[in-house]
């Protein structure tokens, strides 16, 4: 079992507030999982009994739109906690959380969780002002995206996720995405999707390899998303 006081995870969120004795009693409640590409760590609607902090991948947020399609809302990554709004709120989970490559993540049950709320200032204040941030975010996305086309919202889409998850040396994306899943992000058909990807590559904007995608002019696709 990993020691929570010398997880570098704890130092990009939340946790960071806790004391060394805090820490030690996280280790001893907290339990550490294994979810594999694909699966579920909770769903919508989910009474959720703690919290999970990401140690190791990527998830996405997903909601269920009228039609019956999974809507991909948000990407976490590794340092961010999960479920805090639902618990601090105490309604059910409001997304899915769905694990888009292999993950490690440390679960820690909600007695914990409040019990730092109360005694901790630092860390409520933390908490909350996560929670804040992600409803800034939110709202700031929800009204960029409404305002471009579907061309628009691909480019923006292309760039948020070089300057999240990074690029490896050939320009290529590290976070990898299945079709369905950028088009969901962009909020049109898969079809749609590669039609626009084509027109990318012809444009000399991306590269396709397999299932990769290269961004061959960045300064001029973060251009295009301002």
Do not use: W
Not at 26 to 51: M, N, P, R, W, Y
């Amino acid at each position: 079992m990993s020691k929570c006081e010398q997880c570098i995870v704890r130092e990009f969120g939340s946790l960071n507030a806790l004391g060394k004795e805090e820490l030690l009693q996280l280790a001893k409640c907290k339990s550490t999982q294994i979810i594999k590409k694909g699966d579920t760590i909770f769903g919508e609607g989910d009474k959720l009994h703690g919290v999970f902090c990401v140690k190791k991948g990527v998830c996405k947020m997903t909601k269920l739109s009228a039609n019956g399609k999974d809507q991909i809302v948000k990407l976490i990554k590794k340092g961010e906690l999960l479920g805090q709004r639902s618990l601090i709120g105490d309604e059910p989970a409001n997304l899915s959380a769905i694990a888009l490559e292999d993950m490690e993540v440390c679960f820690i049950p909600k007695p914990e969780i409040i019990g730092f709320f109360n005694k901790n200032n630092q860390f409520s204040m933390n908490v909350m002002k996560t929670i804040c941030v992600d409803l800034r975010e939110a709202d700031d996305v929800m009204v960029n995206m409404a305002q471009k086309n579907v061309k628009e919202k691909l480019v923006f889409t292309l760039v948020y996720l070089e300057q999240t998850f990074g690029s490896h040396a050939d320009k290529s994306l590290k976070i990898k995405l299945s079709r369905d899943e950028i088009s969901s992000m962009i909020g049109t058909a898969t079809e749609s999707y590669i039609r626009l990807l084509s027109e990318f590559k012809k444009l000399g904007l991306i590269e396709l390899v397999g299932k990769k995608i290269i961004l061959n002019d960045l300064s001029k696709l973060k251009k295009m998303a301002e």
